[in-house]
């Protein structure tokens, strides 16, 4: 109790342990972006085998704890000494212990990341519980995102969880009441499932995909329906943005879909930790309030 009262007491105290938790999720989520996909394209490919009365390859074990980390190109297995977050990755000048191999600078970036969100998160809700859910959500969006990046697919395991637990969260008013939380999670499905389908009808072409639509109505039942507008706006402002920018300088083709996936965690990040000041900020510029 006394630990508890003087984390409570102290919000650098608070922040810093914040902080270094991030860092140790940072690294635990750098597995789960890694192995999640892998593990669902086995599973894909099972089904297949079983539909098509073939025989299933038998592979090496794989979940999120089995099997340990190990450099791809010689299979050094990393020591715990190796995988503490980003100090190892320094030590190491960024390569393998034993083959010399470069390590990608993205696992430190992710570590960092999560980190300085999830500080900023301490910093913006304090000792509460709605620090806990806004830093369990922020953890679920940063694995969505690079993700969604790498495969262009945001799994159901984490969508759909997310969905519930932040119906669960707001069952006590956390982030906004229960009406307005199912109502923001129905809302956030419906809305991109009706741009999806007018899309599909215009042009005959998929603009995004359902993982699309499950990740703003998770949105919706955590922050409520009010934010869904900022939202769809911000993700679709800097979306496009970044998409032109990409195919300009010649890093995308135009032919390639770009997901949509982290532009909708990054506006919805931002709607948890800044979206009232937004709302506030949009209806004072727009003489609504």
């Known amino acids: 109790m006394q630990i508890i009262d003087l984390v409570q007491s102290s919000p650098t105290l608070f922040i810093i342990i914040t902080l270094l938790l991030g860092l140790l999720v940072g690294s635990f989520l750098n597995v789960v972006i890694y192995r999640l996909p892998l593990m669902m394209e086995r599973e894909w490919q ?13 592979t090496e074990p794989l979940t999120l704890s089995t099997p340990r980390s190990r ?19 320094l030590v190491l000048a960024g390569k393998c212990k034993q083959c010399k191999t470069l390590i990608s600078k993205r696992y430190p970036i992710i570590e960092a990341l999560t980190a300085l969100l999830s500080g900023i998160i301490a910093w913006q809700f304090g000792f ?36 519930w637990l932040g119906i669960s969260f707001n069952l006590f008013s956390t982030y906004t009441d229960l009406q307005a939380s199912v109502i923001g999670a129905i809302a956030g499905y419906l809305s991109l499932w009706l741009v999806f389908h007018g899309f599909k009808l215009a042009t005959g072409k998929e603009g995004m995909g359902y993982g699309d639509f499950k ?4 949105l919706g039942a ?19 943005a970044v998409g032109i920018i990409l ?14 996936g982290p532009y909708l965690a990054a506006a919805g990040w931002i709607a948890l930790v800044w979206g009232t000041e937004i709302n506030t900020a949009y209806l004072e510029l727009a003489g609504l309030n």
């Not at 079983?50 to 025989?55: A, S």
């Not at 922020?138 to 969905?163: K, M």
């Not at 195919?247 to 949509?260: A, D, E, K, L, T």
């Open 247 to 260: 195919i300009v300088i010649g890093q995308h083709q135009r032919n390639i879909p770009i997901p949509f």
């Open 71 to 89: 450099c791809p190109k010689c299979g050094h297995a990393i020591t715990a000494v190796e995988n503490i977050p980003i100090i190892s990755y």
């Open 222 to 240: 955590w922050l409520g329906w009010a934010f869904l507008p900022s939202i769809i706006l911000l993700s679709s402002l800097v979306g496009a």
């Open 128 to 163: 509460e519980w709605s620090c806990l859910g806004a830093l369990l959500l922020t953890w679920a969006l940063i694995a969505l995102t690079f993700i969604d990046v790498d495969h262009q697919l945001l799994p159901d395991s984490i969508t759909l969880p997310l969905l």
């Open 215 to 218: 990740l703003l109505a998770a």
């Open 46 to 58: 099972q089904q297949c085998a079983e539909l098509n009365d073939l025989e299933i390859p038998e």
